[in-house]
């Protein structure tokens, strides 16, 4: 009985050790790391912009997105796909997929949007219907957002893509943007605010 006790002591403690030991992430693509393709966008994420559609999006995330025509005053209303949390070799974020639909389709599906709500930006969004939903997964990614739940300081940032090409001092306090043409990239910095970042088609 005393071995018996002792060998089982001996198991737990060795499984115990093994809960200890982090495990290995697997390798991901990070927000830092972009190509530029053949036609001057920026890939990102796996994502080429101009060329990659929702649904292969979707596969690269691996998650399945929430599709919603964004409307606000003086603008035009746009369709984003949204992945409220995406982790990525260990960094969670939350993504934003702009998504090129004719605006005539636009019109036409907010006559069968299911709810609308109104943002804390003054934007109204609405929810596709679920036929419409399937209609955008071979829509082209236009741009990306990209929103780290860990807030990227500047230094942070300098050392990832260097120095900006051109800073921007906005005329709200605390705000400031920094540009990245090459990689049609900007990095928006916001006292109090998450860091974000935001991939584009070349115009």
Known sequence: MFKFLIGLILTLVGIAALMLIPSKQTPAPMPWETTIMADGNTQVFGIHLGKTTYKQAQQLLKSYGKTAIFDQQGHDPTIEAYFESINMGGLSAKIVLNLLVDAQQIETMLTSAIESKLQPSGARRY?????????????????????????????????????????????????????????ALSVTFNTGEKTVLQYHVQP
Do not use: C
Not at 129 to 155: F, G, V
């Open 127 to 183: 929810e596709l219907s679920s036929e419409d939903h399937a209609r955008m997964l071979d829509s082209t990614i236009s741009a990306i957002t990209y929103i780290p739940s860990l807030k990227l300081d500047e230094q942070m940032v300098l050392d990832r893509f260097g120095t900006a090409a051109d800073v921007q001092e906005n005329t709200q306090p605390g705000l400031t943007i920094w540009q990245y043409p090459k990689i």
